[in-house]
């Protein structure tokens, strides 16, 4: 009987505990020069599109107001569908690729993961820029409470 | 309008035909002789060939000369540009020739290294800013390698009317084999003439005097061709338009880290390039970018033979012989019967070219 109590307590414990670290915030363009809650332990993921071709890759403007609250976990990025056939050592050979799903040139979504380890407010800028270059192409901004 | 004075006409055509009589003389290999069919081909007897058909046709399109919107008189235009279109054609099946003759001098796919850059047949890197116009750039960045391969002219060809006007793509995205299908057609202005602005944009009514004779794809455009078929092409046509997957790690490549290679990036492709040429003690491709020339190495990139599926789609192109599209003698002649310039011409290379 105890035994089954014990696991009737471990089935609610894992039905109601879920990691802080494991919410997902997702913001995207339309939150651009808006004011987001977020929750300490939160991952909050930004995407935004892009265009890998062009050389412009969204990157965190540092240092910024949200240096201590925000830690910066990865990058991602969509890359083209194009899986050519290849055999390097002979002949090429056609037949595996998918022509038509991806482009030189084409737009793709970038998406930056910060873990929330601070609480309090700070405003998040994100810049579109070339990282040979001082010019940035678009600004991406976020005012984040942090609760 | 330029006028010539009309006892000077016979003179002309008969060295015309005298200097075209010298170079016919001349022994032609086989084999380039099946690539580049002769008009004296039995096979086309007295007619002209035809790329597209891989026929003999009656007439030579009037288009494919002059570039010039078609006049009320046209059709006695056309029959002068028939009488001539012959010896034209003639003048560029040599060309063609000794074009493949200066290749094996210059370029061996046998070399351990070989770039178009050094030898000095690469134009400037350009800069396509914020547009996703790489297509274009490395469609043109082929084109202009060619041309001053094959006509010793460093043109700088617009990319804004090959985005506006050529229907290959936008500033979303695009594919660089339309562009050349385009320049085989119609042709493509000079940058002076549409200058690049990085946005989508009409297509505006220029002369577009940059065109391409021949183009192909180096195996199909699925894949990537094996190494060896990139340098055969490479020495064969010139720097190849190619597709390549971008990253940030290839976006933030310093030349002082060597050679670009990036594990598990053969995932798609996104991007489009020029390559220029190989150095296998580097086990490398160089690439010209289109992001200015300030990123990597001058605008320029070594990037391993097999990472980034850089060679995606591989693509060749070989630029119009001057000698066959801006003939000086024939522009003379379309200046003495019909008080024409033709608009191929920009005024200062006609003064160049003794117009």
């Keep these: 009987m105890e035994q089954i109590i014990l696991l009737f307590h471990l089935w609610l414990f ?4 879920q990691p802080a670290d494991l919410t997902k915030m997702i913001l995207n363009e339309q939150h651009h020069n808006q004011q987001v809650e977020v929750s300490y ?11 890998p071709g062009t050389g412009y890759y969204w990157v965190w403007r540092q240092p910024d107001g949200c240096d201590r609250a925000l830690k ?18 002979g002949l090429a050979r056609p037949g595996l690729a998918r022509p038509g799903l991806a482009r030189p040139g084409q737009e ?40 | 309008m330029k006028k010539l004075s009309k006892p000077l006409f016979p003179t002309m055509i008969a060295l015309l035909i005298i200097g075209i009589s010298f170079t016919a003389c001349e022994e032609t290999d086989d084999q380039l002789s099946s690539r580049y069919p002769s008009p004296k081909d039995p096979k086309f007897e007295d007619k002209y060939y035809d790329r597209e058909s891989d026929n003999a046709v009656e007439q030579y399109p009037l288009e494919e000369l002059t570039q010039f919107e078609l006049p009320e008189n046209w059709q006695e235009i056309a029959a002068v540009q028939n009488e001539y279109a012959e010896i034209i054609y003639e003048m560029d099946y040599e060309r ?17 290294a070989f770039n178009w850059r050094d030898a000095g047949k690469v134009t400037p890197v350009r ?60 042709g493509v202005a000079r940058e002076v003439d549409v200058p690049y602005v990085a946005i989508d944009d009409v297509c505006y ?3 577009k005097p940059h065109r391409a004779i021949n183009w192909g794809f180096v195996t199909v455009k699925s894949t990537i061709p094996s190494v060896q078929q990139l340098k055969d092409a490479l020495c064969k046509y010139g720097s190849l338009a190619v597709a390549v997957n971008a990253t940030p790690a290839f976006a933030g490549h310093k030349p002082a880290d060597g050679v670009f290679k990036e594990e598990g990036a053969d995932e798609g492709i996104n991007h489009a390039v020029t390559l220029v040429g190989w150095d296998d003690n580097k086990n490398a491709w160089l690439i010209k970018n289109s992001w200015g020339s300030g990123w990597c190495d001058n605008g320029y990139m070594w990037i391993d033979y097999n ?31 019909f008080d024409i310039i033709n608009p191929f011409l920009h005024p200062k290379e006609f003064e160049e070219i003794g117009g």
Excluded at chain 1, 43 to 48: A, D, F, M, R, S
Excluded at chain 1, 126 to 140: F, Q, T
Excluded at chain 2, 96 to 112: G, H, K, M, Q, T
Aim: net charge neutral; aromatic share 12%.
């Design chain 2, 127 to 186: 800069n396509q800013r914020g547009c996703g116009s790489c297509w274009a750039f490395a469609a043109m960045g082929a084109y202009e390698s060619s041309n001053l391969i094959r006509n010793n002219i460093n043109a700088d060809v617009s990319e804004q009317d090959v985005l506006n006007c050529s229907g290959a793509g936008s500033c979303g995205g695009g594919w660089y084999d339309p562009v050349f299908e385009y320049m085989l057609t119609t």
């Design chain 2, 205 to 207: 009514r220029n002369t």
């Design chain 1, 108 to 147: 793709s979504i970038s998406q930056l993961r910060f873990l929330v380890v601070k609480k309090e407010a700070c405003q998040l800028n994100i810049d579109l820029k070339r990282s040979w270059e001082d010019h940035v192409l678009r600004e991406y901004s976020v005012k984040l409470q942090i609760k």
């Design chain 1, 72 to 89: 910066l976990l990865d990058e991602r990025s969509q890359s083209g569908q194009n899986r050519p056939s290849q055999d390097r050592s």
């Design chain 2, 96 to 112: 063609l020739i000794e074009y493949d003759y200066f290749l094996r001098d210059v370029c061996s796919a046998n070399r351990p």
């Design chain 1, 14 to 17: 894992a039905l109601y505990y």
């Design chain 1, 41 to 51: 332990r939160d991952t909050l993921i930004v995407e935004l599109p892009y265009q």
């Design chain 2, 307 to 337: 990472t980034n599926n850089i060679g995606y789609a591989a693509t060749w192109v070989q630029a119009q012989s001057r000698f066959y599209a801006i003939d000086a003698e024939f522009q003379k002649i379309l200046v003495k019967r």
